[in-house]
C-alpha cells in the first residue's frame, strides 16, 4: 500500500488542519478572508506608525521600524 502525499506531511509532523479548513471554504470565502487579514494587517501597520511619530523618533527610524529593520 502507497502512502500519500498528505499522510506524508502528517506523518513528518506537519499541521495541516488550516489547509484542510481553508479547502473547505469556497474561493470567494478564501478571497474575503485574506482582504480581511490584508486590512487588518495595514491598520497595525498604520497604528505602530503613529505610535512611533509620537514618541518622537525620527522618520527614518520610524520607517525602519516599520519595515522591521532595527
Known amino acids: 500500500m ?32 485574506q482582504s480581511s487579514m490584508a486590512e487588518s494587517v495595514m491598520q497595525l501597520r498604520d497604528a505602530m506608525r503613529s505610535s512611533l511619530i509620537k514618541s518622537d523618533r525620527a522618520p527614518s527610524d520610524t520607517q525602519s521600524a516599520c519595515r522591521g529593520e532595527s
Request: no cysteine; aromatic share 6%; hydrophobic share 35%.
Open 2 to 33: 502507497e502512502t500519500s502525499a498528505w499522510q506524508l506531511l502528517i506523518d513528518e509532523g506537519y499541521d495541516v488542519t488550516l489547509i484542510e479548513e481553508n479547502l473547505r471554504l469556497t474561493p470567494t470565502e478564501r478571497i474575503n478572508n
